[in-house]
């Protein structure tokens, strides 16, 4: 069955709902789906440890939302891929945010005889179908460390044509340092 639309998680307040309770009786999770997102550092990390990158780019969100970890992932995937083809291992890129929030989805069917199938809303908790991660305005979702000018200018072209992966706005923050 296909994902639902990201729409339909898309409100601005969430309560964060993240863990499986210890007491059996009022544990409504029964099992958390695992996290999509694979690694949260990758590039060159003791280079990133000595302050060897000149320049920081920090990918922000312009709004509150909430961001899937397949969202997340898709995004990590393709700047990954498309900085080591195209910078080489002089990059850093970190994920700044996890997906903890557990997503849940009341399943109905539709169709002919579904009735007899379904409990409508009477015990509409929903079963756990993903995770996301609460997003903030202004919070950093992924940073990027880069050395020289030309590594800059390419980097700033994958964000840009990585901003149709992220469901609201986004803004690129550039910090140099000496």
């Known amino acids: 069955m296909p994902l639902r639309v990201a729409k339909a998680y898309s409100k601005r307040y969430t309560r964060p709902y993240t863990r499986k309770s210890k007491v059996k009786s009022k544990s409504y999770v029964k099992a958390v789906p695992n996290s999509k997102v694979v690694k949260l550092k990758m590039g060159d990390l003791q280079g990133w440890q000595t302050g060897k990158y000149k320049t920081i780019l920090k990918i922000i969100s312009k709004e509150k939302m909430q961001l899937r970890d397949n969202a997340i992932e898709a995004v990590r995937q393709y ?78 072209q994958l964000i840009s044509s990585s901003k149709a992966k992220i469901p609201s706005g986004i803004k690129v923050e550039t910090i140099y340092k000496k």
């Open 79 to 156: 700047l990954h891929r498309f900085l080591t083809e195209q910078v080489g291992k002089d990059y850093y890129f970190e994920v700044n945010v996890y997906p903890h929030h557990i997503l849940r989805e009341n399943k109905m069917i539709t169709g002919a005889g579904a009735d007899r199938m379904q409990t409508g809303m009477a015990l509409s908790f929903g079963a756990t179908m993903g995770r996301a991660a609460l997003v903030n305005a202004n919070q950093t979702i992924f940073t990027i460390g880069i050395k020289d000018q030309k590594s800059e200018q390419i980097a700033r």
